[in-house]
C-alpha cells in the first residue's frame, strides 16, 4: 500500500497492530474519522490513554475496576465465602449478566499455556490460593473454559488447595438450551448424560 | 453490558463509535490494548490525533498530503494534462499501484447522492470544472465506481464541461482479467461485448 501521506501512513499502521484488523480495514476505520468531526478522535484517543494509564485492578479480585476494591467485592450482600474463578473480565460480564451468581469472582488474568509462554506465576493464582488457605472461603467454582489449558489451570489450582477440605465445584457442561441433540458433539452429549441431573430439580431453572 | 469500570465503558464506547466495530469487539480490542505496553495505546492515540489535526489536504488535487501539494501533482515527470476523476484517496491507491497511469488525479471526496444527503456542492467539482474551463486539462477520465451515484456524478460533472470541448472517457466495464465468462453478471457481459476491442490491441495489455 502507497501512502500519500505519512501522518496517514503512520496512523494507519498503529491502528493495523490491534488484532483482527487488517491494513485495509485499518484505512477504512482511520477515513472514517478524517470525515468526522476532529472532536470525535480526540475523544477516542483521550479515552484510550486514560484508560491505559488510570486504569486500576480490584486488589481482592483482580478484576478491572476505577478503585482499589471493584463494586463487586465491596458489595456486603454478596456472599463473600463462595468465589467463582474465571479467566478474564469478560466472563465476570458475562457470568453477571445471567444475575444467577451472588458470589465474588476471581480473574486469573488467562490460563496456563506454556505453548504461549504462560506459567503459573503470570497468573493471580498465589492470592487466590492465600484466600483459601486463609480459611477465606467455602466453595471455589472453577468456571474456565472447557480446554486443555483451562483443565490443566484447574487442576493445577485444585492441587495446591486440596489440603484446604473446602467444596470446589465445576460450571456444568452439556447441551445448549434450546440446541437439538443431533448438531451436538459426541464429548458434550456424553458428559450432558453422565452428568444428568434429577429431573424435579432441572424445573427449577 | 454492565462494565466494573467507567474508563473502561467509555473507551469501549468511543472504539464502537467506528464503523463496523460492535461493542463486544471494541471490549476485545480495548482489552488487547490493556495487555500490551502503554507505549502501544500512547502511540495509537497520538498517531491518529496528529492525523485528524494535522492531515491537508492537495490544493490541486485534493488528495490527503502532508504538504500544500501533493506528490503526484508535484512530479514533473507526469502528464498534467491528463485527469482521472476518482471518489476518494483509496481510489487513488489501487490506480497507482497498477502502475498504468502517468497523468494526475482528481478526487471528488465522493459521489452525488441525494438520499444521504451529499449535493454537488459538497464535493469538489469546482474546482474541477474550473481547472478544464481554464483549458488546463486535454483528457477526463471517470474513474467512479458503476453506481446509480457513480452515473450521476459523472454525468453532473460531464454537462459543466461539455462547452470545453475537451476529450472525456470512462474507465473499462467488463469480465475481470482471469474470472469465467459463465459467472459474470449479464450486465457486465453485455457491456464487455458492446465495447470490444480489436484483438491486437488486447495482446500489449
Redesign the interface.
Known amino acids: 500500500?502507497?501512502?500519500?501521506?505519512?501522518?496517514?501512513e503512520?496512523?494507519v499502521?498503529?491502528?493495523s497492530?490491534?488484532?483482527?484488523?487488517g491494513k485495509r480495514?485499518a484505512?477504512?476505520?482511520?477515513?472514517?474519522?478524517?470525515g468526522q468531526h476532529?472532536d470525535?478522535?480526540?475523544?477516542?484517543?483521550?479515552?484510550?490513554?486514560?484508560?491505559?494509564?488510570?486504569?486500576k485492578y480490584?486488589k481482592s479480585c483482580h478484576?478491572?475496576?476505577?478503585v482499589d476494591l471493584?463494586?463487586?467485592c465491596a458489595n456486603t450482600s454478596r456472599n463473600d465465602r463462595l468465589i467463582c474463578v474465571v479467566e478474564?473480565?469478560?466472563d465476570?460480564?458475562a457470568i453477571?449478566?445471567t444475575g444467577q451468581f451472588k458470589g465474588l469472582y476471581h480473574v486469573l488474568g488467562g490460563k496456563i499455556s506454556p505453548i504461549d509462554g504462560v506459567g503459573p506465576s503470570d497468573l493471580n493464582i498465589d492470592s487466590l490460593v492465600q484466600k483459601v488457605l486463609d480459611k477465606n472461603v467455602d466453595e471455589l467454582i472453577f468456571a474456565l473454559s472447557s480446554t486443555m489449558e483451562g483443565d490443566t489451570t484447574n487442576f493445577y489450582i485444585f492441587r495446591k488447595i486440596e489440603s484446604a477440605e473446602i467444596t470446589v465445584s465445576t460450571i456444568a457442561r452439556g447441551i445448549s438450551v434450546g440446541d437439538e441433540l443431533e448438531y451436538a458433539d459426541e464429548v458434550t452429549l456424553g458428559r450432558s448424560i453422565l452428568h444428568r441431573i434429577p429431573f424435579e430439580q432441572s424445573l427449577k431453572g
Chains 1, 2 share one sequence.
Open positions: 500500500m502507497e501512502f500519500s501521506s505519512k501522518l496517514l503512520n496512523a499502521y498503529e491502528m497492530q490491534l488484532p483482527g484488523i480495514t484505512l477504512r476505520l482511520v477515513l472514517h474519522l478524517l476532529k470525535q478522535t480526540n475523544r477516542l484517543s483521550f479515552a484510550l490513554q486514560q484508560m491505559r494509564s488510570e486504569l480490584c478484576n478491572i475496576s476505577d471493584c463494586e463487586i478474564d473480565i469478560r465476570v460480564m453477571e449478566s
